[in-house]
């Protein structure tokens, strides 16, 4: 490494995107995972699809108890 950088051309913020999407991985209990796994194999769908339908259920089931 160098002792010391230049800076001075440098544009503050030149990467930055106010609108990015982040995707954040979400790690599964391995019984939670191979539930999800069969459920997706049933429907032929992809695992991220399942997971989103039983926390879409969930948030549901909550609102109601509101």
Same mark, same amino acid.
């Given at each position: 490494?160098?002792?010391?950088?230049?800076? %001075?051309?440098? *544009?503050?913020?030149?990467? !930055?995107?106010?609108?990015?999407?982040? +995707?954040?991985?979400?790690?599964?209990?391995?019984?939670?995972?191979?539930? *999800?796994?069969?459920?997706?194999?049933?429907? +032929?769908?992809? !695992? %991220? %699809?399942?997971? +989103?339908?039983?926390?879409?259920?969930?948030?549901?089931?909550?609102?109601?108890?509101?």
């Amino acid at each position: 490494m160098r002792e010391e950088y230049d800076f %001075s051309k440098a *544009v503050r913020g030149k990467l !930055y995107r106010a609108d990015a999407k982040l +995707n954040i991985p979400i790690y599964l209990d391995d019984e939670v995972q191979a539930f *999800v796994r069969a459920i997706a194999e049933k429907r +032929n769908t992809d !695992y %991220s %699809s399942v997971v +989103n339908q039983l926390l879409r259920g969930d948030m549901k089931l909550l609102e109601s108890m509101k």
